[in-house]
């Protein structure tokens, strides 16, 4: 069932919502962001994760950079046989704009999509540029539910064949008002939300006391909660995140780690604390699954699948997932 | 003025403030700016968030925080003031009423209302616009999706 008293779908919509029902831990990462014209950027990213994640999230414009559009992204990666999650933020687009590159995305073969209200403009290389919001992330949610199950556009105009997505968001459990997280959860699911990505997940007791009231509420039955992990590579890129990516609750023991690590050892320190919070995060039985981030270290994703003993990922499991036949045979999985 | 104009223009745009109705406008925005910094959105939801205005937030979000707001509760494009929202669940614990408020979903902005009266809006109906194939389902207000019929105050 899910929030509005709706029975889920008899076929899942992606590989992952099937992974997802079928119990499996996920794993998912993210397309390093690409600034180039050439295809090759995003498909050479996209044959190095195929076979250790089980989808890869094209992000939109992150940190407020202009980058290759997510659709793009996601369209080239579902070609290359890696099934794309496309990330929607509001900054960027009003209603008419998103509603569209939704419609786009799904023609172009992207099932997962997650809505977000996005980083400030003010937090990027154009802070100048005009911040739309039009509509925020439970509106956006809202609306591509709409157009999935209604199939129509938000003013009510049909659509010729509506898309079929797998609806997720994103949900900061680190950033206050922390007693307030939970219940803005249960509103993106009552919004459409039917999978969360977490922020990055480092402060594991706030984490802990987030996901039991999580399940309190009784929002584990309708959504799927998968938990953010980053891969430091060095102390400076720890620092970084505590200190100038807001939201970001990065405890003082793991900067503290990482200096003391000296310099040409720091990369394998944040891969071993990676590995300690995976494994840490897959004790919580209501997390079902992990989010890899890094910054240009894609080899160090596929060494945290394959050490934390993830391999071999499940073979995809519907009709809707990337052909198998589009993998190459000198890049199929290893 | 050519009669085709007025013709076209939508029912819900709000007409312009003239007489008691830009009294009304004059006294709302007055005293909702001095006491709530008020954007004037024409669509109040000041009850459900603690009596917070949200447009004071620099996304216009109106279903809770981002997922930047600073560990210390301050905004993360204004770092030196605090959190529109962070107010927002603080104040609405301390409401003697409408407390589950924060619990609904509201609608989207009704971006035509902008710098017009909620007053006036609330007792037209005009602020129950709602896009045709929003969903309400659990909502605040229990609206089908049929666009409400709009009245005008009399000048």
């Known amino acids: 069932m899910t929030a509005d008293g709706k029975t889920p779908p008899i076929q899942p919509r992606s590989n992952l919502e099937a992974l997802l029902r079928a119990g499996e ?16 950027s995003v498909t050479e990213l996209a044959d190095m994760l195929r076979g250790s994640v089980d989808a890869v999230n094209c992000t939109d414009n992150s940190a407020a950079h202009p980058h290759l559009s997510a659709v793009a992204a996601a369209h080239l990666l579902a070609d290359r046989g890696v099934e794309p999650v496309v990330q929607f933020a509001c900054r960027d687009r009003n209603r008419l704009s998103l509603q569209a590159d939704l419609l786009g995305a799904a023609a172009l073969g992207a099932r997962n999509v997650v809505c977000m209200t996005g980083d400030d403009v003010t937090a990027g290389d154009h802070p100048e540029a005009k911040p739309v919001y039009d509509l925020d992330s439970t509106h956006l949610l809202r609306v591509a539910r709409a157009m999935r199950d209604d199939g129509t556009y938000v003013s009510g105009r049909a659509l010729s064949s509506p898309p079929s997505f797998f609806i997720g968001a994103v949900e900061n459990p680190f950033a206050p008002p922390l007693d307030f997280r939970p219940m803005r959860l249960g509103k993106k699911i009552e919004a459409g939300a039917e999978f969360i990505q977490t922020q ?14 999580v399940e309190e509420l009784g929002l584990l039955d309708h959504v ?24 970001i609750d990065v405890p003082e023991e793991i900067v503290s780690r990482m200096e003391a690590a000296p310099k040409e050892r720091q990369a394998e320190e944040g891969l071993q604390i990676c590995l300690e919070l995976v494994e840490q995060v897959r004790g919580i039985s209501s997390v079902s699954g992990i989010h890899l981030m890094s910054i240009k270290q894609e080899t160090a994703i596929v060494r945290v699948v394959r050490e934390s003993g993830l391999l071999p990922r499940p073979l995809p499991r519907t009709s809707n997932a990337p052909a198998a036949e589009a993998v190459a045979p000198s890049v199929a999985r290893s | 003025m050519r009669s085709d104009v007025e013709e076209r223009r939508p029912p819900q745009v709000a007409p312009q403030p003239k007489g008691f109705r830009k009294a009304l406008l004059l006294i709302e925005r007055s005293s909702k700016e001095a006491v709530f910094d008020c954007r004037m959105c024409g669509q109040c939801i000041l009850h459900s968030t603690g009596m917070t205005c949200p447009m004071r937030c620099p ?9 930047g707001v600073l560990q210390n509760g301050n905004c993360e494009v204004y770092p030196d003031r605090p959190c529109v ?9 301390k409401m003697p009423v409408w407390r589950d408020h924060m619990e609904h979903v509201n609608r989207p902005v009704d971006w035509r209302l902008g710098g017009s009266s909620s007053w006036e809006n609330l007792l037209t109906h005009r602020d129950q616009h709602v896009p045709t194939a929003w ?5 605040v207000v229990d609206l089908t999706g049929e666009p409400p019929d709009v009245v005008y105050l009399e000048e």
Do not use: H
């Not at chain 1, 938990?227 to 200190?243: C, K, N, Q, T, V």
């Not at chain 2, 996304?59 to 997922?67: Q, Y």
């Open chain 2, 59 to 67: 996304k216009n979000l109106r279903n809770g925080p981002c997922g």
């Open chain 1, 224 to 247: 799927s909660v998968i938990a953010g992990i980053f891969i430091p590579r060095s102390a400076a890129s720890a620092r970084y995140l505590r200190d100038q990516v807001p939201g």
């Open chain 1, 25 to 40: 831990f996920v794993v998912t990462s993210e397309l390093q962001t690409t600034d180039g014209a050439d295809p090759v």
């Open chain 1, 200 to 213: 990055i997940v480092f402060n594991l007791p706030r984490f802990r006391t987030f996901m039991a009231r």
């Open chain 2, 85 to 93: 929202w962070v107010q927002a669940w603080e104040r609405s614990r």
């Open chain 2, 135 to 139: 969903s309400e389902a659990g909502d």
